[in-house]
């Protein structure tokens, strides 16, 4: 079933200047599916720009950015190769350092994303991460730890995937079964794409990208090699 959300936006007071502080916009249902059995309420927090990086030099530009880094920073890389992906992080000192003179364009587009109200803070952590050209690739179901303050916005880049995301279950319930669990809410991250997530989706539900095949609509998602580069203040 495909849902369309209604835009919902709250104004905070932040050091005297009004922000718009969107919470939970959905620009276009294509792009999300709400596979609730009638027990629960669509998350709060959630929010998707398909269209957030349109033009797709600057796309490419990000993604040329990110592996420089990748290549510069090598020695900082961590690697999760039974996911198939390579994880580089830059944070306070080290993400004013470098984030804008090694990567100018995905600067340029955090800074879009806190102009756009979609952060009360400007980010200060960047995490990149690189898939391999490999069907297999996943990130684990997880919800991100507390530690990293109250919005974590994702760009994707050079390919598709199908996020999933459902309840954060008890803590008996093994990561195994985690990973096992239906999606309630699937997220169709397209290049260019910016994921936002606060709120209940923030603390409240896991999301991660399943190692299995994945398909939309019917039509079978080819996971190629895919950058994610997700942002936040903590
Ligand atoms: O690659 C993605 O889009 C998701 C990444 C993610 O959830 C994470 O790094 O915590």
Request: aromatic share 10%.
């Amino acid at each position: 079933m495909i849902q369309k959300i209604l835009t919902t936006k709250r104004c905070i007071s932040l050091k005297n200047q009004l922000r718009i502080y969107s919470t939970a916009v959905v620009q276009n249902s294509d792009y999300i599916k709400f596979n609730n059995t009638g027990q629960i309420p669509f998350p709060k927090g959630l929010i998707l720009d398909q269209n957030f990086i349109i033009d797709q030099q600057e796309r490419e530009k990000c993604v040329q950015e990110s592996k420089d880094v990748f290549r510069i920073f090598s020695n900082s890389v961590r690697g999760a190769t039974n996911f198939k992906r390579r994880i580089l992080n830059f944070h306070s000192k080290s993400f004013e350092k470098n984030v804008p003179e090694y990567m100018p364009t995905v600067y340029s587009f955090i800074r879009k994303a806190f102009e756009q109200g979609y952060h009360e803070h400007f980010p200060n952590t960047i995490q990149i991460n690189q898939y391999d050209d490999d069907t297999s690739y996943s990130c684990p179901m997880h919800v991100d730890a507390k530690s990293l303050g109250p919005t974590i916005s994702m760009i994707s880049l050079q390919s598709t995937a199908v996020m999933d995301l459902c309840v954060d279950p008890p803590p008996n319930v093994s990561q195994e079964e985690v990973e096992k669990m239906p999606p309630q809410v699937q997220v169709l991250l397209t290049p260019g794409s910016l994921l936002v997530m606060s709120d209940q989706i923030r603390y409240e539900w896991l999301h991660g990208i399943k190692q299995q095949e994945q398909e939309w609509n019917g039509s079978k998602i080819n996971k190629q090699e895919r950058q994610s580069i997700v942002f936040w203040y903590q």
